[in-house]
């Protein structure tokens, strides 16, 4: 699929970190591009920036996802590009010990229905409501009629300690890509998922220099953070690139984490 003014894109997530930077990528194409996220403010402005439109959207909630797609749709028409960026970090051993009373506790079940609900029900929703508006399109070159690329993280396969519900949760979202695929196989829409590494994003920007530096080192190569920019690229590709469906690619320099 060519990105051009012709096309209309969805970007969840996309008022900062990876998100803003596949946004503006695809804005830099020319395509008309609505961002989903929960900070209004900022995402008003990069939506000014880009050309686009602002959508104050929460991915885990239906109600809140159907509107944000009529308020794209009824701006830029129905999309062909979708890109999930959206999701949350947390913390949280299974079960820990206290090391000063020996008290025994374990990851709050509502955490992890949280984690699950943003992370991998916020993304099967927006990419099946949008493969569903998608589907009421003509199709393009090959038949296509759309492209989604969705993101999931190296910790689907390298889960460290503390990271069972963020780790569980980005790797259902792997785990669903080719089923997705297969489900859309009839009717030209293509789906891609992404596993970044360590990257330059705002909840990194949050650490100590000096932990910065640490997680920059144990990249084997490029010994630096990930740039947004460099996820964006990808996400052209896979967008761009018509025989590319159903694939979970890392994007990580090489690293593979460590259980700590």
């Known amino acids: 699929m060519k990105i051009d003014s ?54 885990s909630d239906e109600g809140s996802v159907d509107a944000g797609f009529a308020k794209a749709r009824a701006a830029h ?17 299974t079960v820990r010990r206290d090391k000063e009373t020996g ?6 079940v509502d955490l992890f229905l949280k984690t699950i609900k943003v992370n991998l ?12 508006g998608m589907m009421t399109l003509d199709g393009l070159e090959d038949g296509e009629r759309g492209a989604m690329v969705c993101t999931a993280s190296v910790a689907a ?23 997705i695929a ?32 640490a997680l920059a080192a144990a990249v084997p190569f490029p010994k630096r953070l990930g740039q947004p920019e460099e996820y964006a690229r990808l996400v052209l590709t896979m967008l761009e690139t018509g025989y590319f469906n159903g694939e979970t690619v890392r994007l990580d320099g090489a690293i593979r984490m460590p259980p700590k």
């Open 6 to 59: 012709s096309i209309a894109a969805v970007v969840t997530g996309g008022a900062s970190g990876l998100g803003e930077a596949s946004a503006r990528a695809l804005a830099a194409k020319g395509a008309k591009v609505a961002l989903f996220d929960l900070n209004e403010e900022r995402g008003a402005r990069v939506a000014e920036e880009i050309g686009g439109i602002m959508c104050k959207v929460d991915v």
């Open 77 to 93: 028409g129905q999309e062909r590009v979708l890109v999930c960026c959206a999701g949350i970090g947390t913390i949280g051993k």
């Open 103 to 108: 008290a025994i506790s374990h990851l709050p």
């Open 121 to 132: 029900l916020g993304t099967f929703q927006c990419v099946a409501k949008s493969a569903a």
């Open 157 to 179: 396969v390298d889960g460290q300690i503390g990271q069972v519900a963020y780790a569980a949760s980005k790797a259902a979202v792997a785990g669903m890509t080719l089923p």
């Open 182 to 213: 297969r489900d859309f196989m009839s009717e030209g829409i293509r789906i891609n998922t992404i596993l970044p590494g360590i990257f330059a994003t705002p909840l990194l920007a949050g650490l100590p220099e000096k932990a910065q530096v």
